[in-house]
């Protein structure tokens, strides 16, 4: 244990190091499959912040993704530097979460994931009338430019600052009162807890990520149209991930997106369309064989601090 | 001495149900009472309106002077009133201490002190680590009333406290309870167990049907002839 604390954080640092430097010699292909790697820790991560800590399972955080990507692809066509318009694009994510938990984390139970799956739907249509701004059904093209080195470093960035906020909250009282909604709403309310400012809190900063994410993702694949930023199976694999790896641990997002994307690439590029199968695989079998994912079974079972 | 707490004319329906039906109270600051009523008869549902987790129908309820019965419970509890829970709910995937942290509102430095006496008051120290939920039932219980007492409120409900709880540590739980009331603390307890209501409280309360039956001394609410029907029948 003692030792496992010594060597980790140099372990982190070298992997850091290494990770800031594979540009200068990967190639073209290595750089883009990295690039989506740092945003699936992002988007895992942030699902954990809301529905891992607070156990408010948001069944709609793609439409924080989804309005990212839309907010960067529509200031980009206008003329903004793209790195600008994806801090837009976090920002009106963060509005949007705003908006939509305000009426909405007052519900108790499944209602707040009903509500977070109509979001997203909506948001698709809105996205596919509203063709003056959106583009419609034919989506928006964005002006061509390489910019796959420093999305790199920005998505690299954005999955970083993630986790660190993660390990702050974890490791905090403010942490361990999400963790009490979680456990039990009403005792912790009992307790002193403003439950709905916290969970409010929690969402808000959920959603940041996932709308910086998007945007960058908007620049990168340099075209998108509703049914590319607003899958619900996207939810469904930062679900996926959080679950495999340990749902309100720090690592375990982290773990099961490096994984689980791992896995997706190589069943991908062997046997395109096999991974949807695959995915509900892990789904039922995560559920039934260790309902708090690998982390989560570890913790437990060796009594581990919540750092690991 | 002026009310700590003031329920007047309380009514709490669930559909066709009428829980609590127009009850009256008043508590005494630095005193303990008792509430003791047949199952069904109001109890919990009392607490849960004084403590704002239910919304009354009508009547009011007044803490240290100011009327309570509109507010949530995180702001009741933070006016310095605490309660435990019939039902044990302690947070299982955190740890005793943690159960303890998330509590109070001072500093964490000072908040972790007072945990760790409040830990060693009930000898659960060994176990600051362990997740709550692989606790035993009784030291759940030890856990759930010092969690209570991180905030160090004025009025204490606490609904239950020597449920299956054993015998060293009832009696260890009850001097606590009478050492919280010498330094002017209130307590206000339901409890099945008659040597204790009847060994610890000032003033007794019985419910029945959602009405008070009764009010007194211990002694009086044992020889009164309603409070014995109510129990027993006729």
């Known amino acids: 244990m003692k030792r496992w604390a010594r060597w980790f954080p140099a372990a982190l640092a070298l992997l850091l190091l290494v990770l ?51 907010t960067t692809a529509i200031l980009v066509v206008k003329g903004v530097a793209w790195p600008l318009a994806a801090v837009a694009g976090g920002v009106m994510a963060v509005v949007l979460a705003f908006v939509i938990g305000w009426p909405c ?84 309310e009992a307790m002193g807890i403003d439950t709905f400012r916290y969970k409010i809190y929690a969402f808000l900063l959920s959603a940041a990520a996932p709308g910086i994410v998007g945007g960058l993702a908007a620049r990168d694949m340099g ?42 690439e190589l069943v991908w590029a062997n046997f395109p369309h096999a991974h949807q199968i695959l995915l509900g695989g892990i789904i039922v079998a995560v559920v039934l064989v260790m309902p708090r994912g690998i982390l989560g079974v570890l913790q437990q079972r060796y009594n581990l601090p919540r750092t690991v | 001495m002026a009310a700590i707490l003031q329920v007047r004319n309380l009514v709490k329906r669930f559909g066709g149900v009428t829980a609590i039906n127009g009850v009256s109270l008043s508590l005494e600051a630095g005193k303990i009472y008792g509430l003791i009523g047949p199952n069904g008869s109001g109890k919990t549902t009392l607490f849960n309106c004084i403590t704002g987790i239910e919304r009354r ?58 945990a760790e006496e409040l830990l060693r008051f009930v000898k659960l120290e060994t176990l600051a680590d362990e997740y709550a939920g692989n606790l035993s039932y009784g030291q759940q219980k030890l856990l759930e009333f010092i969690r209570v ?49 009847m060994g610890l409280c000032e003033t007794v309360f019985v419910l029945d049907h959602g009405e008070k039956l009764a009010e007194g001394p211990p002694g009086m609410i044992q020889a009164d002839e309603r409070v014995i029907e109510a129990y027993f029948g006729r």
């Open chain 1, 223 to 264: 075209y998108i149209e509703p049914i590319s930023v607003f899958p619900l199976v996207t939810t469904i694999t930062m679900i996926v991930m959080v679950l495999f790896g340990g749902k309100g641990t720090i690592w375990g997002p982290v773990l099961g997106a490096v994984i689980l994307f791992t896995f997706q």
């Open chain 1, 20 to 70: 800031s430097v594979y540009p200068l010699w990967a190639t073209g292909y290595g750089v883009r499959v990295m690039l989506q790697l740092f945003m699936w820790i992002a988007l895992a991560q942030s699902w954990n912040l809301i529905s891992g800590l607070t156990g408010y399972v948001s069944f709609g955080h793609v439409a924080f993704f989804g309005m990212g990507a839309y």
């Open chain 2, 149 to 197: 007492l991180m905030s160090d409120p004025d009025l204490i409900l606490l609904d239950e406290p020597a449920a299956g709880v054993n015998r060293t540590l009832l009696n260890e739980l009850l001097d606590a309870v009478k050492a919280l009331r010498d330094r002017g603390k209130t307590i206000f307890l339901v409890e099945h167990d008659m040597k204790v209501v």
């Open chain 2, 57 to 114: 129908d009508s009547g009011a309820v007044g803490f240290k002077g100011r009327r309570i019965d509109r507010l949530k419970p995180h702001q009741i509890f933070h006016r310095g009133l605490g309660r435990t829970f019939q039902i044990i709910r302690v947070f299982p995937e955190l740890t005793a201490l943690e159960n303890l942290l998330v509590v109070t509102t001072s500093e964490f430095k000072p908040a972790r002190k007072r």
């Open chain 1, 105 to 188: 984390l007052r519900l108790k139970g499944p209602y707040f994931a009903i509500a977070m799956l109509g979001l997203n739907e909506v948001l698709r249509v809105m996205a596919s009338y509203f063709e003056g701004l959106t583009g419609g059904g034919l989506g928006l093209s964005l002006p061509t430019l390489d910019a796959s080195v420093r999305i790199y470093y920005a998505m690299g960035l954005v999955a970083l600052a993630v986790t660190a906020a993660t390990y702050v909250i974890v490791t905090s009282r403010f942490g361990l009162r999400l963790m009490t909604i979680r456990e039990d709403e009403v005792a912790a």
